[in-house]
Structure formats: structure tokens, C-alpha cells
């Protein structure tokens, strides 16, 4: 094996010399030859930085990776980073264009990412079908489809990645608890109290679904200041880690 890798890194080596003195350069890629970075569903990986404990600077945000499609992984932060109304008055507000939506993809993006990690967020394709919805509760009204670099889960994502309650109970984290995110006195995860947090998904009237405490599913107003927000993106692994 270790004969094996030598010879890939002086061919490496070799051609990449060869590419700077024949003015080859732009055709050379290293990952021609070296197997791609790998993450499976399930691992924790560490990508862009938040404040999290509320006391000084930013923290490494943690997230868990739900799905991997080739070289690209969906990502969901392990812990409720932030505290946002879904939108900022109760007019109804589909994903489109609610307030929540504007913050992740402006504020949200820049602070949390440097120009590098942005790179490697995929402009992704949001579903905002009925087929995202709850049959439980039947939205009101659907909004359009978006393309959005950070978002937050449907109802039916959440169903098909987070399998069972304890894989959608969140703990927050103090910087959200901070900005008023809420916390259960009866739900523990870890040892630790836990947060209901929001779904992008319309429910009834102007309320949005959310994912309840104990891992259960229910809804909020849209303009509840104390919904905690939980970031989802598509990465390029080889870019990101």
C-alpha cells in the first residue's frame, strides 16, 4: 500500500512539473489522482464558525450529515443556533418570502462563513410542493419554489432524514437562549433541556410547523419571537473538509 501511494505522489509530482514547464497547468488536477474526501450519514463534521456560548467571538458550528449524494453532503446544524420569528409580522408568509428565509441567505451566510466555505455551499433547489407538507396539518397555502444557499427542513425532509424523536429533539445553544430561543423544563436529550425549533413548511392559518420538544411535530405562528432556527446546506466535500 505504502509503495502503491509512492508511486501515485512521484506520478503526482512528475506530471505536475510537467504541466508548469509545457504550460499544461489548467488540464492538472490533483484529485485525478487521489481518492475524493468521504463522509458518511450520521458523522459530525465541523464546517464555518457561530457564536454559540454567548460569551466571546464564534465557536466551530457542529453539523450532522443527513444525506450524501457523489461529492455533495446535506448538512443540519446539531445544535438550535439562533432565535428568529419565522417571519416578523403574521401576514401568512410562505418560505418565499418570509423574513427567516432573507436572514439565512444574507446575514446568516456572511457571518457564519468565510469566502472559501461559501464556496463550497451548493445553491440548492427548495421544494415548497404540498409533498412537503403535513397531512396533520394541511397548510393554509404553499408558496413557490426557491433556490436558497442555506434553509431550514420541510415537514417530509425531516421525516426522511431525522428517523424517530430523539433524532429530531435539539438542544439549544446559549447564544440562542440568549436571544430569547425557548427551552423545555420536561424534555431532556443528553441530560441537556431541549427547544422546539422551526420547519419551512406552512401549517394551517399563519402558523408554520415546527419540531416540538420531545421530537414530536406541531406548529407556531409565524411571528413567535422565541422559535429557534436549526441551518441546513448542501456542501461540495471536497471543498468544504
Avoid at 205 to 215: C, E, F, I, P, S
Wanted: with cysteine; aromatic share 14%.
Amino acid at each position: 500500500m505504502l509503495k502503491r501511494f509512492s508511486a501515485l505522489l512521484l506520478t503526482a509530482i512528475l506530471l505536475a512539473s510537467s504541466a508548469v514547464f509545457t504550460g499544461a497547468g489548467a488540464d492538472f488536477d490533483l484529485n485525478d489522482f487521489f481518492p475524493a474526501k468521504s463522509v458518511a450519514v450520521g458523522d459530525y463534521v465541523y464546517f464555518g464558525e457561530y457564536d454559540q456560548d454567548n460569551v466571546s467571538g464564534k465557536e466551530p458550528i457542529q453539523w450532522v450529515v443527513l444525506s450524501v449524494s457523489g461529492n455533495q453532503a446535506l448538512l443540519i446544524s446539531r445544535y438550535g443556533l439562533e432565535c428568529k420569528p419565522f417571519h416578523t409580522n403574521s401576514a401568512g408568509q410562505t418560505w418565499e418570502n418570509c423574513s427567516l428565509r432573507t436572514w439565512l441567505n444574507g446575514t446568516f451566510l456572511k457571518t457564519a462563513f468565510s469566502k472559501e466555505e461559501r464556496d463550497a455551499i451548493q445553491y440548492t433547489h427548495i421544494d415548497e410542493s404540498y409533498s412537503q407538507s403535513s397531512p396533520a396539518f394541511p397548510p393554509a397555502r404553499v408558496g413557490n419554489d426557491t433556490n436558497d444557499y442555506v434553509f431550514i427542513l420541510s415537514y417530509a425532509e425531516a421525516v426522511k432524514y431525522l428517523t424517530g424523536n430523539r433524532d429530531l429533539m435539539c438542544i439549544p445553544t446559549n447564544h440562542a437562549l440568549a436571544n430569547g430561543g425557548n427551552r423545555s423544563n420536561q424534555a431532556y436529550l443528553n441530560g441537556n433541556r431541549t427547544c422546539w425549533y422551526w420547519l419551512r413548511s406552512p401549517a394551517y392559518k399563519n402558523n408554520a410547523l415546527a419540531v416540538d420538544w420531545n421530537g414530536t411535530f406541531s406548529s407556531g405562528y409565524i411571528s413567535q419571537e422565541y422559535g429557534v432556527v436549526r441551518p441546513c446546506i448542501w456542501v461540495d466535500v471536497n471543498k468544504a473538509f
